[in-house]
Every structure is written in C-alpha cells, then in structure tokens.
C-alpha cells in the first residue's frame, strides 16, 4: 500500500510551482482533529488542502468529505474576515481506486459547487511505481510546467481617478458578496 505522506513531496512540488506554499493547517473553530498527513498549501490568491480519507467505503467518503469542506469553509471565511478572497482546492487522498459505487460519490462531490473545487486522488501502480491518479486535475495545479516568471506580487495598471474609485466599488460589491457565500 502507497503511503500518503509521499503524497506531500508530490504537492510541494506541484505547489511551488503556483507559488503556492505549505504551511501548517490553519485553526478553526470546532475543529481540531485531522486525519494523520493532513497537509495545507496557500499563497494569496489560492489554498490546497489535502485531506487523507481514513478508510475504503461510501461512508468514509462522505463523512470524510464533509468534515473537509466544513474545516476549509472555516478557513475560507476566516480569510474572507481579513479581506483575502482566495480561491479553495479540497483534494482528498482516498487509499486506493474507487469501486464503481465510491467513484459515483467520488464524481458528485466532485461535480459540488458547495464551499470550494474537490477533486478525489489515490495511489495507482504505473510502470512499477506508484503515482497519485489525477493529481493534474486540481485545476490551480494543471500548468505545473509553467512557474512563475517572478516571486514579486502583480502590479496594478495605472487608472484615472474616477476609473480607481469605480473599481473599488466594485470591489467592494464583490468582496460582500464573497464574505456572505462562506457565512455559515
């Protein structure tokens, strides 16, 4: 059986690629059991969240999951508190390929749009080693061959006075919006 914590070498990889970073996994209310290898990657405009799930059925699955979305819509919202909106990327790790009856869990969660992107991996044996099976399908790590060009934040375009105060306003709109989806 493949180890998930092999699984953080993989994503630290992947991650720093995006300029996306691990670090430890953010407090949050009511929460503080993780699944042993539990693992927190973010930057400022996106987080990953890699969340093992402890057993091999739909049950596992779901409760798994649920308690996953529950503990990043807390981070999520703890963000949105500090007016960083960022984008949240729930991968769980499942212990091997889904049966047809988990894939079908696998793929409506998936298909959610509840609290953030999910995507469900697991070890699958290629040409002798393992590999993590659909790793490249959590989108914000899709390009992993493109790094950055530089480690230095994105500059804003010079705008006219009345273009800068529209664009706080909207802004402002936005950022409303966003804190209120992750209220719970």
Request: aromatic residues 8%; glycine residues 6%.
């Amino acid at each position: 059986m493949y180890e998930v914590s092999l699984t953080h070498a993989v994503l630290d990889d992947l991650c720093g690629k995006v300029n996306l970073r691990r670090q430890s996994l953010p407090n949050v209310e009511d929460v503080s059991d993780f699944p042993k290898h539990s693992a927190f990657w973010s930057s400022d405009y996106a987080c990953v969240l890699l969340w093992p799930i402890l057993g091999n059925d739909v049950n596992d699955l779901i409760e798994g999951a649920a308690v996953a979305q529950d503990y990043l819509n807390g981070v999520l919202g703890e963000m949105d508190k500090l007016s960083k909106h960022i984008d949240g990327y729930l991968v769980l790790a499942l212990n091997e390929k889904p049966s047809q009856e988990m894939d079908l869990v696998v793929r409506s969660l998936e298909l959610s749009t509840n609290i953030c992107r999910k995507n469900a991996i697991w070890p699958e044996l290629n040409g002798g080693s393992y590999c993590w099976s659909r790793i490249s399908d959590v989108s914000v790590l899709g390009l992993p061959g493109l790094a950055p060009k530089s480690s230095e934040k994105l500059t804003w375009p010079v705008m006219d006075k009345d273009v800068r105060l529209l664009w706080l306003e909207v802004c402002e709109i936005v950022a409303k919006s966003v804190g209120d989806s992750h209220a719970c």
